[in-house]
């Protein structure tokens, strides 16, 4: 750490005397390589943590406690002094690595400390630099074509607001550009009926993970335990493309696949539509992440937006947890060579706030409508400021191409060795995933991974994904490789 606090002043230096800052600065003293010390993770004041924490919440979850003044870089420290490389990044939201010098000086200036503390109502009394500021992310990440931003708090909040554009663009298209609610429509949404809170529904997929707000949830198919007990809207679902690897030599049923899945789509838009509660929208995730990592080609991606498009619904592209440079591009899609940009792409995590792109079309008439207390974070929007910057004056995103690689081409050759342990790798950039045998060789090996080290995250039923940071470099990868054929061999 005082390597770390040395560069952050001497950086404040370079800036005094107008010197420029090596390009490379977010080079970072980071350990050489993990550590582990305990005979188990969580370690004993871990442990010790986790009961005191369980007389207050529930702790299943909890895998160790950290300590985030001693994390660093690609690398988190729990409170035993386990040193972990972490690809797993916080549910693949960390986008710079620990403690980026960076990052940390954003609020050593006392104007940016001001943001933090004065949070305000930004629907009514936003600061004078926001609408500077949101231009500032437009002109520089937005997905072309997508023209207007709300801001959010989180992933599934996003999606929710989204969702009620949606409804609102998909009603003023039926009642026409400037007609006036009826007096019908304003009494009858007060008890939930219709015609005012209309019969309408947003399309997803079979294994799709949109968020657990009570909206989104009705869009979340990955895990029974996420959505029990709760009431969902009856709102269409269909297959998602299930790939088999490796795609070379799989093309006529992964193509069969998107076929079939498509026609469902259109099947499922008609069925609604007779039903009485007509598609307005289609969420989609670029790859379905907590679901397994499920990838579709381009050509689906391209399909659904052709029906999409056809069909006047409306396609929201969710890139919570694609978004934001960990496949390459900043935002996945861009994969994709779509006709055009979707309507709606939504973003969280690594973007440090919540939020969506939209076409101009999805902005609400009335005010009011999209709203809430804090709708989004200008101190988190200057992070994401800082963090847009280190990826292009650094350029991180060529970094996670050559680091990916690295990653990808060694998961292939760890799979071909040990092909009755693995199989399936796939992903793009870092934003890697492969899968195990079963549930239960995959929970084994990633503890395994872990006590070696080497903290990656399950997702799906069997896969292991790897969500590193966009500064995870070759040599990372290397040691991840390494650990893991280490763990293999054991097995
Ligand atoms: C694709 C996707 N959408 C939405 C969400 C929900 O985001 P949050 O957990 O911030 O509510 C997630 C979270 O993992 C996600 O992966």
Same mark, same amino acid.
């Not at 690595?97 to 954003?106: I, K």
């Not at 926001?130 to 709300?150: D, M, R, V, Y």
């Given at each position: 750490?005082?390597?770390?606090?040395?560069?952050?002043?001497?950086?404040?230096?370079?800036a005094?005397?107008?010197?420029?800052?090596?390009?490379?600065?977010?080079?970072?003293?980071?350990p050489?390589?993990?550590?582990?010390?305990?005979?188990?993770?969580?370690g004993?004041?871990?442990?010790?943590l986790?009961?005191?924490?369980?007389?207050?919440?529930?702790?299943?979850?909890?895998?160790?406690?950290?300590?985030?003044?001693?994390?660093?870089?690609?690398?988190?420290?729990?409170?035993?002094g386990?040193?972990l490389?972490?690809?797993?990044?916080?549910?693949?939201s960390?986008?710079?690595?620990?403690n980026?010098?960076?990052?940390?000086?954003?609020?050593?200036?006392?104007?940016?400390?001001?943001t933090?503390?004065?949070?305000?109502a930004?629907?009514?009394?936003?600061?004078?630099?926001?609408?500077?500021?949101?231009?500032?992310?437009?002109?520089?990440i937005?997905?072309?074509?997508?023209?207007?931003?709300?801001?959010?708090m989180?992933?599934?909040?996003?999606?929710?607001?989204?969702?009620?554009?949606?409804?609102?663009?998909?009603?003023?298209?039926?009642r026409? $550009?400037?007609?006036?609610?009826?007096?019908?429509?304003?009494?009858?949404?007060?008890?939930?009926?219709?015609?005012?809170?209309?019969?309408?529904?947003?399309?997803s997929?079979?294994?799709?993970?949109?968020?657990?707000?009570?909206?989104?949830?009705?869009?979340?198919?990955?895990?029974?335990?996420?959505?029990?007990d709760?009431?969902?809207f009856?709102?269409?679902?269909?297959?998602?493309?299930?790939y088999?690897?490796?795609?070379?030599?799989n093309?006529?049923?992964?193509?069969e696949?998107?076929?079939?899945?498509?026609?469902?789509?259109?099947?499922?838009?008609?069925?609604?539509?007779? @039903?009485?509660?007509?598609?307005?929208?289609?969420?989609? $995730?670029?790859?379905?992440?907590?679901?397994?990592?499920? $990838?579709?080609?381009?050509?689906?991606?391209?399909?659904?937006?052709?029906?999409? @498009?056809?069909?006047?619904?409306?396609?929201l592209?969710?890139?919570?947890?694609?978004?934001?440079?960990?496949?390459?591009?900043?935002?996945?899609?861009e994969?994709?060579?779509?006709?055009?940009?979707?309507?709606?792409?939504?973003?969280?995590?690594?973007m440090?706030l919540g939020?969506?792109?939209?076409?101009?079309?999805?902005?609400?008439?009335?005010?009011?409508?999209?709203?809430?207390?804090?709708?989004?974070?200008?101190?988190?929007?200057?992070?994401?400021?800082?963090?847009?910057?280190?990826?292009?004056?650094?350029n991180?995103?060529?970094?996670?191409?050559?680091?990916?690689?690295?990653?990808?081409?060694?998961?292939?050759d760890?799979?071909?060795?040990?092909?009755?342990?693995?199989?399936?790798?796939r992903?793009?950039?870092?934003?890697?995933?492969?899968?195990?045998?079963?549930g239960?060789?995959?929970?084994?090996?990633?503890?395994?991974?872990r006590m070696?080290?080497?903290?990656?995250?399950?997702c799906?039923?069997i896969?292991?994904?790897?969500?590193?940071?966009?500064?995870?470099?070759?040599?990372?990868?290397?040691?991840?490789?390494?650990?893991f054929r280490?763990?293999?061999?054991?097995?």
């Amino acid at each position: 750490m005082r390597f770390l606090q040395a560069t952050v002043v001497s950086r404040h230096c370079a800036a005094l005397k107008g010197l420029a800052y090596p390009r490379n600065y977010a080079t970072i003293a980071e350990p050489a390589a993990p550590a582990v010390k305990t005979q188990a993770i969580p370690g004993p004041r871990s442990l010790e943590l986790k009961g005191k924490l369980s007389a207050i919440q529930n702790v299943v979850p909890v895998q160790l406690f950290a300590d985030y003044e001693k994390s660093i870089g690609n690398y988190l420290v729990d409170v035993d002094g386990n040193v972990l490389l972490d690809v797993y990044t916080q549910i693949s939201s960390i986008p710079l690595g620990y403690n980026h010098p960076r990052l940390l000086n954003v609020f050593q200036n006392e104007k940016n400390l001001k943001t933090l503390i004065n949070r305000p109502a930004l629907g009514v009394f936003p600061g004078k630099e926001w609408p500077e500021q949101l231009n500032s992310i437009l002109t520089k990440i937005a997905p072309k074509g997508l023209s207007n931003l709300t801001t959010m708090m989180c992933g599934s909040c996003s999606n929710e607001n989204a969702y009620k554009n949606i409804f609102i663009w998909y009603r003023r298209n039926q009642r026409g $550009e400037n007609v006036d609610f009826t007096d019908a429509e304003m009494q009858s949404c007060m008890i939930n009926q219709p015609p005012g809170a209309p019969k309408l529904s947003i399309l997803s997929f079979n294994g799709a993970f949109h968020g657990r707000t009570l909206g989104a949830l009705s869009t979340t198919h990955s895990k029974y335990i996420h959505k029990i007990d709760v009431p969902s809207f009856d709102w269409p679902i269909a297959s998602f493309p299930q790939y088999q690897y490796p795609l070379a030599e799989n093309e006529r049923h992964n193509k069969e696949q998107d076929q079939r899945c498509l026609a469902e789509v259109e099947e499922l838009i008609e069925k609604y539509n007779k @039903k009485g509660i007509p598609v307005a929208g289609i969420i989609v $995730e670029p790859i379905q992440s907590e679901g397994g990592d499920n $990838e579709a080609s381009p050509e689906f991606f391209q399909g659904l937006q052709k029906i999409g @498009k056809q069909r006047g619904v409306a396609l929201l592209i969710d890139e919570v947890q694609t978004g934001g440079g960990c496949t390459g591009k900043i935002w996945c899609h861009e994969h994709f060579n779509l006709d055009g940009p979707p309507d709606v792409v939504t973003f969280s995590k690594k973007m440090q706030l919540g939020g969506y792109f939209h076409k101009e079309e999805f902005k609400p008439q009335q005010g009011y409508r999209v709203f809430n207390t804090w709708m989004g974070d200008p101190s988190k929007l200057l992070l994401l400021q800082e963090v847009i910057n280190v990826i292009q004056e650094e350029n991180l995103l060529k970094n996670v191409n050559i680091a990916g690689k690295v990653l990808k081409d060694g998961l292939l050759d760890l799979e071909k060795e040990y092909s009755h342990i693995l199989n399936s790798t796939r992903g793009r950039g870092t934003f890697l995933a492969v899968n195990c045998q079963n549930g239960k060789a995959r929970d084994d090996i990633v503890n395994r991974l872990r006590m070696k080290g080497i903290q990656t995250g399950g997702c799906g039923e069997i896969s292991i994904r790897f969500r590193p940071a966009l500064t995870f470099q070759e040599k990372h990868a290397n040691i991840v490789l390494d650990v893991f054929r280490s763990v293999l061999r054991e097995l």
